[in-house]
């Protein structure tokens, strides 16, 4: 398949394999921010074909994971309210909150829709006059545009029926959050592909400078991740640090300016809190005043509910790339996709979830093993 | 535990997935499907026929050797492009049949009605069903018809169960898998489940994708008539390719390894796949089959299979190995390993 096939041949695979192999002269440990790096290192094994020297750990970048368990029973007493209709990316329906999930909750009876763009509630909001529709807008920069072109759509459509629970985080906050730890033992970033696609990669070059660490802005083919990772080595070998663009046929340094004026109008960037890993300052967006009649939480005046995740899950150190899945006892035995503990494990993208749907629980060693 | 252990052990053995009630991913064919049938179905109801859980039972009556199937159909839409309910009722129980290794004979259909299904659906519905037993050669021969209250069905509902008799000398089951033995698919993988999902989801693409749904009777009549050692035969419907797999690696106590290189999947599928985020491995197929043969067998049966209509596309996708037994691996596209393992529930979109 033209666009695809290119990024996934083995040929090219192998010779940039070889040249990292060739440049690598001491240990380095490089982090993939993105949820979806972290999935398609898992699928296709890459990380098997990198050198051992070379360690890859998964950053805090599935943003199904780090919303909430706070934001997610808000979710919960949304949906079972009988005069919404909820509607919600597919892969946060499996999320549990204190009690159940989005999908036990429709089984209960709650009408709770899959949507694949925002712009579908609109849709359904203007069909379903007697019921609110609410939207469960989480994700990082790569999904606030159209969760707020969804929102000002409703507002000059006069929309009255439609609302959006905003849980947005960003990904600079938390990349120097993870650097800032005294646990931190990531020396280089593949940067997020989508993310940079909306707003450039200005915003990494302080960060980049800070903290003297290398960010190569990477793309999510397997070929892809191998220059990006290719990239950085060199970087880090060479003793640079600098902001580098493997993506370039997506990604430039001003990113959509549009997309961006659109967030700036509809969202402000607030505190905001990450399961698994606390709050951390100026790390998300919320709707704006002028938008508070499409503000959920508003409306639905959910108050503030206290919880309390596994004391024995470690998906903290997960999102911040000190443990690997792994490392944790319960993984792939109590802590499973059907049964998950916490954040890394509820999403088709946390690094969890990924190590145990490519079955990496099933191996004897699985950091390095070679299962044929 | 509650201490209060009902007499008979009534007490509810599901906890440990956590759900109180059926979710529907316990219908997804994945993992939870098969925990809701070991722990809720399996032990009530143990007994060497069933043990097996294989597509159909298979037994003798007098000198003859049988095999016994049943499947409910509920998908929506009932009319897709490719097939429709009636089809997909036929087609899946003959398939079933025809998995064992059997001449599909005789068919029985109930059917469930939502009050207010207009009569002209029904009617299509049955003309389909007639049109593909006859192509199939198999008998309607009893039935039921049920009507409930609007909104306590969706449409219709139906049923189909068969039974068909096992030629001499055919030896056909999961357990069968041996080490060696090569792996062929039949066609271009994920199909249906695409097709289904696409008028669905009400999504366009530049080509509109058919069901593969089709009887696979024919094709395995020709497959069993040639000289070919084949050990097992499986159609992947729901769970797709993966999860048929994990299944008979388990059965057979063997692992499975596949090549993704050489896995047949057409360009509107796999396309389809990456906008939505969905692994075709995991997507159901109607109207194909899985075949592990001697893998000194395995050219003579590709060459054979390529020859019937529902084959021309048919591939050798892997093969059996003693290595990792009971789960399934792959060789990725750019020369990587991974488990292939069952789905935990639902394949369910990602975000991004």
Known sequence: MKYLDEYRDEELARKIVDEIRRITTRPWVLMEVCGGQTHSI?????????????????????????????????????????????????????????????????????????????IDCLK?????????????????????PSNAMAVFQAKKQGIANFSVLVSHVLVPPSIASILQSPLNRVQGFLGPGHVCTVMGYRE?????ERFKVPIVITGFEPLDILEGVLMTIRQLEAGSWRVENQYPRVVNREGNRVAQDLVNKVFEVCDRKWRGVGSIPKSGYKLRYDFKEHDAERIFEVKEIDTQEPARCISGLVLRGVKKPHDCACFGKECTPEHPFGATMVSAEGACAAYYAYGRHLEANPQTADVA | MSSEVGLLGASCPIPITNYKEIVLAHGSGGKLSQQLIEKMILPQFRNDLLEPLHDGAIFSLGKQRLAFSTDSYVVSPIFFPGGDIGKLAVHGTVNDLAMCGARPLYLSAAFILEEGLPMDDFWRVVQSMQEAAAAAGVQLVTGDTKVVDRGKADKIFINT?????????????????????????????????????SVREGLEFE?????????????????????????????????????????????????????????????????ACEILGLDPLYVANEGKLLAIVAAEHADE?????????????????????????????????????????????????RIC
């Not at chain 2, 698919?185 to 489940?193: E, N, R, T, Y």
């Open chain 2, 161 to 197: 169960s068969g039974i068909g008799v096992i030629p001499d000398g055919v030896n056909i089951q999961p357990r069968n898998a041996r080490v060696g033995d090569r792996i062929i698919v039949s066609g271009p993988i994920a199909v249906h489940g695409i097709a289904i999902m």
């Open chain 2, 301 to 349: 049966l590709l060459g054979l299979m390529r020859e019937h209509s529902l084959g021309r596309e048919s591939a050798i996708i892997g093969g059996v190995v003693a290595e990792h037994p009971g789960f399934v691996t792959m060789k990725t596209r750019v020369g990587g390993r991974r488990v292939v393992d069952m789905l935990s529930g639902e394949q369910l979109p």
């Open chain 1, 42 to 118: 898992v699928k296709y094994g890459i990380d098997r074909l990198l050198p051992n020297a070379i360690e890859l750990v998964h950053g805090p970048g599935c943003p199904v994971c780090v919303t909430s368990l706070e934001m997610i029973d808000k979710a919960h007493a949304i949906a079972q309210r009988p005069d919404v209709i909820f509607c919600s990316f597919g892969d946060m329906l499996r999320v549990p909150g204190s009690e159940c999930d989005l999908l036990v909750l429709k089984s209960r009876g709650a009408d709770i829709r899959i949507v694949y763009s925002p």
């Open chain 2, 207 to 271: 080509s509109e994708i058919a069901s593969d749904t089709a009887p696979l009777n024919g094709l395995v009549e020709a497959m069993l008539r040639s000289e070919a050692d084949i050990h097992v035969l499986r159609d992947p419907t729901r769970g797709g390719v993966t999860s048929a797999l994990s299944e008979i690696a388990h059965s057979a106590a063997v692992g499975i390894e596949l090549e993704e290189a050489r896995i047949p999947i057409t360009e509107e599928v796999r396309g």
């Open chain 1, 204 to 208: 990494y070059e302080p960060l980049a």
């Open chain 1, 124 to 144: 359904i909001a203007r069909a379903n006059p007697d019921k609110k529709v609410v939207f469960f807008a989480i994700g990082f920069e790569t999904t606030a």
